[in-house]
C-alpha cells in the first residue's frame, strides 16, 4: 500500500542530501552494512548500498545523542519529538481531524492526550474574554 508523504519546503530541500542520489531503498540507513552473522530483511536493506534500515532504537540514540542538555538520556525521545509538532500545529489552530490525519492516529482521544498548549496560548486564549478586547 503506498502512502502520500507530505514534506515542508525546508525538509524538501534537506532530502536530496539523505537520499544521495538514490531512487530505492529504505531513508533512514546505518553508517555500516550488516555484519556476517546478522540477518536482515532484503526490504530493510539499500540494494545499492547494502547499508540497512536505521532501527528505532539507533534513531532514539541519535536523537538523544543530538538535543542532550546535561548528558546522554536527556535528550528529546522519538515520541516527543513526533508529537511537538502536534502541539505547534494545534497552537496554529488546527483542527482535530487535521491533528489526526496528519499523526495517523485513528482515535481523537489519543492525539488530544498528545497535544499540550503552552503557557503562552493559554494565556492568549484567555485574553479573549478580556473586558474592552477589540477582538469581539
Not at 96 to 114: C, F, G, I, T
Request: glycine share 10%; with cysteine; aromatic share 6%.
Amino acid at each position: 500500500m503506498l502512502e502520500t508523504v507530505y514534506w515542508d519546503a525546508g525538509t524538501a530541500r534537506l532530502l536530496p542530501r539523505l537520499l544521495k542520489g538514490r531512487t530505492r531503498g529504505p531513508v533512514f540507513t546505518t553508517h555500516r552494512r550488516p555484519g556476517p552473522g546478522k540477518v536482515v530483511s532484503a526490504r530493510n536493506v539499500c540494494p545499492d548500498t547494502r547499508l540497512a534500515r536505521l532501527s528505532y532504537g539507533q534513531a532514539r540514540a541519535l536523537l538523544d545523542d543530538h538535543t542532550a542538555h546535561q548528558g546522554p538520556g536527556t535528550g528529546w525521545g522519538l515520541r516527543e519529538f513526533r508529537h511537538s509538532s502536534l502541539t505547534h500545529l494545534g497552537e496554529q489552530g488546527a483542527s482535530l481531524l487535521m491533528l489526526m490525519a496528519k499523526s495517523r492516529h485513528k482515535k481523537p482521544e489519543n492525539v488530544r492526550r498528545y497535544f499540550k498548549p503552552s503557557a503562552e496560548a493559554i494565556a492568549e486564549v484567555t485574553s479573549l474574554l478580556a473586558p474592552g478586547d477589540s477582538r469581539r
